[in-house]
């Protein structure tokens, strides 16, 4: 290919964004990726297209939820309900590629486990909120 790698990164993700919308342009995809790859191995490129698939998953994720949030006195209800059809089948697309991020990073995974219901603070934070018991201890300055 006779672009360099950094127009090659934005080409991906480019096309991947298109190819989300429907464009039939797997072959492309396929080379971008094959560039990928021989610069930084295989798995490197398998790293980074999930990781576009998720950031496109997600942005598409937050638009559609400000969408409603912000205008959900001018939606009619099948306008949400279309939304909320559309949010939840991105989200499928979205805990798929953390799934398989997970398999590479050798994490037992399971896409289901990222739909639970419990409170979530932060990702240092263990799931289920803050642990009970003995206060932490602070660091003075």
Same mark, same amino acid.
């Given at each position: 290919?006779? @672009?360099?790698?950094?127009?090659?990164? &934005?080409?991906?993700?480019?096309?991947?964004?298109?190819?989300? +919308? *429907?464009? /039939?342009?797997?072959?492309?995809?396929?080379? +971008?990726?094959? =560039?990928?790859?021989?610069?930084?191995?295989?798995?490197?490129? /398998?790293? =980074?297209?999930?990781?576009?698939?998720?950031?496109?998953?997600?942005? &598409?994720? $937050?638009?559609?939820? @400000?969408?409603?949030?912000?205008?959900?006195?001018?939606?009619?209800?099948?306008? %949400?309900?279309?939304?909320?059809?559309? %949010?939840?089948?991105?989200?499928?697309?979205?805990?798929? $590629?953390?799934?398989?991020?997970?398999? +590479?990073?050798?994490?037992?995974? /399971?896409?289901?486990? +990222? &739909?639970?219901?419990?409170?979530?603070?932060?990702?240092?934070?263990?799931? *289920?909120?803050?642990?009970?018991?003995?206060?932490?201890?602070?660091?003075?300055?």
């Amino acid at each position: 290919m006779k @672009y360099p790698l950094s127009e090659v990164f &934005d080409r991906l993700t480019i096309e991947m964004r298109k190819a989300h +919308y *429907g464009k /039939d342009n797997a072959e492309l995809l396929a080379e +971008y990726r094959k =560039v990928i790859g021989q610069k930084f191995g295989v798995r490197v490129a /398998d790293i =980074v297209w999930e990781t576009v698939i998720l950031a496109l998953a997600n942005c &598409d994720i $937050a638009n559609l939820e @400000y969408g409603i949030r912000t205008n959900n006195e001018t939606l009619s209800s099948e306008e %949400i309900g279309q939304r909320a059809v559309a %949010i939840r089948n991105i989200n499928n697309m979205r805990c798929v $590629a953390k799934s398989i991020l997970g398999r +590479y990073a050798g994490e037992k995974t /399971d896409p289901e486990r +990222y &739909d639970s219901k419990q409170k979530f603070t932060s990702i240092l934070q263990p799931l *289920g909120g803050k642990r009970r018991g003995k206060a932490t201890r602070t660091r003075k300055s």
